[in-house]
């Protein structure tokens, strides 16, 4: 945790929002941070003092230069563990985003599935957290199956029982859907899984913006997020995985940078993280992530969860009151996030988004990359405002005012 003590930490909103130059720039009303947050001043400084006094790669370099840059790209590996609550900076692989941790997951501790194998999911995942799982099971002969979702838009918990099997060997969830914000109750996934001997991997993408976690509290074993959603740079991502685990696993892809010997016949891997981070990182992104989680530990989450959940319950009460409009998910601010989805009757999903950008509103329309969700629902997509700490009460009246004009 951030050892900045709680008189110093940023809890009015108008302060925070002060700090994002885009917005200070324009009159935008951004709600769609799900998709990509905004950066603050002082991760757009990171980025830029890299390129004017850091840039240099990270390995095998001894001049000052060189080692100044790596110390910088290993501090930001620790500042990501401490916002984690890993056991040690070395549990955390710096990737290019969730998309990519979850592939390279699959890919090396998946590996080691046999036929037979039992893989579950759920019908609320976002593609990058089935798509990898489903090409695996087709190289292992592994089966995926799906833990379906209650009438609210939550992972049906209860199902657990019938879904996992004494066959199961991963259980791959979402910690908070891109869809219908529902939270997920980690503690009972955790417990189907132990009894099993499963792993659990959480796609945390929308759960990591909205604070710091205590993953070895949570006792899953794997963790993936993208550092865009969290305030950083695009082109970088974290893979957190239980010691053990990572050092059990093959490495993904091979190259430079991930070797301990190589000979004309044989190569040995160094230990992780190394190991699964071939080629040349991100190093500049992965230093913006590091500023991105200092400027994170800065803020009272106490006072912007409550914050963001004053203008979720706004929001869905305000949805509630218009008459062509369903949202997607849960209707209250009970275990959700500031991730608001929902359809207009009559008019697709790109339409309402297409109308409201013209009230200068930024919402997201589509599948949410969740067609298998989509499909279940019985629709096409869905219009999708995202809540972030900068939010203001005048966005969401905005959208409401611009929602109402356009369902009339
Ligand atoms: N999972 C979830 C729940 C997401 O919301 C997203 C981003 N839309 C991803 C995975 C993929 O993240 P990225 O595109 O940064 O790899």
Redesign the pocket.
């Known amino acids: 945790m951030s050892p900045r003590s709680r008189a110093a930490l940023l809890s009015d909103p108008a302060t925070i929002r002060r700090q994002f130059p885009l917005l200070a720039r324009t009159r935008l009303h951004y709600l769609d941070s799900?998709?990509t947050a905004q950066m603050p001043e002082v991760v757009i400084a990171a980025l830029q003092n890299f390129g004017t006094t850091l840039r240099a790669n990270v390995y095998g370099g001894v001049y000052k230069l060189a080692r100044e840059a790596l110390a910088e790209y290993e501090a930001a590996r620790a500042d990501v563990a401490r916002f984690l609550g890993a056991a040690s900076p070395q549990e955390v692989v710096f990737t290019y985003?969730?998309?990519?941790a979850l592939n390279l997951l699959a890919h090396s501790f998946g590996e080691r599935l046999r036929e037979g194998d039992e893989i579950v999911l759920s019908i609320l995942e976002?593609h990058?957290?089935t798509l990898p799982w489903r090409a695996l099971a087709r190289r292992r002969g592994a089966e995926i199956r799906v833990l379906p979702m209650t009438p609210e838009g939550r992972l049906d918990l209860a199902s657990l029982k019938d879904v996992v099997t004494a066959k199961c060997r991963i259980i791959a969830l979402?910690h908070?859907?891109?869809v219908t914000g529902a939270l997920t109750n980690v503690a009972e996934i955790v417990g189907s899984a132990r009894a099993v001997g499963a792993a659990v991997v959480l796609?945390g993408?929308?759960r990591a913006p909205h604070g710091p976690l205590d993953l070895q509290e949570l006792g899953i074993d794997f963790y993936a997020f993208?550092g865009?959603?969290t305030f950083g740079p695009t082109g970088i991502?974290v893979l957190w995985g239980r010691g053990d685990r990572l050092a059990d696993m093959p490495p993904f892809m091979v190259g430079g940078q991930m070797i301990r010997r190589v000979t004309p016949e044989t190569a040995e891997f160094a230990d992780p993280p190394r190991r699964f981070e071939a080629g040349t990182p991100p190093i500049g992104a992965a230093i913006g992530l590091g500023a991105a989680i200092r400027w994170m530990e800065g803020l009272d989450w106490g006072a912007v969860a409550n914050h963001e959940r004053r203008l979720t319950g706004r929001l869905l009460e305000a949805l509630a009151g218009l008459k062509r409009v369903r949202v997607i998910g849960p209707v209250t601010t009970e275990q959700r996030r500031g991730v608001v989805s929902f359809t207009v009757s009559g008019m697709g999903s790109e339409q309402v988004c297409r109308r409201l950008d013209a009230y200068g509103l930024a919402l997201r329309h589509g599948h949410?990359?969740a067609q298998p969700l989509m499909l279940t629902l019985g629709i096409e997509g869905a219009a999708r405002a995202s809540i972030a700490p900068y939010t203001t009460e005048d966005d969401i009246d905005q959208l409401v005012a611009g929602l109402a004009e356009i369902a009339r």
Not at 97 to 100: D, H, I, L, N, V
Request: aromatic fraction near 0%; hydrophobic fraction near 15%.
């Open positions: 799900a998709a985003g969730t998309t990519s976002h990058s957290n979402t908070c859907s891109n796609d993408a929308q993208s865009h959603k991502g949410h990359c």
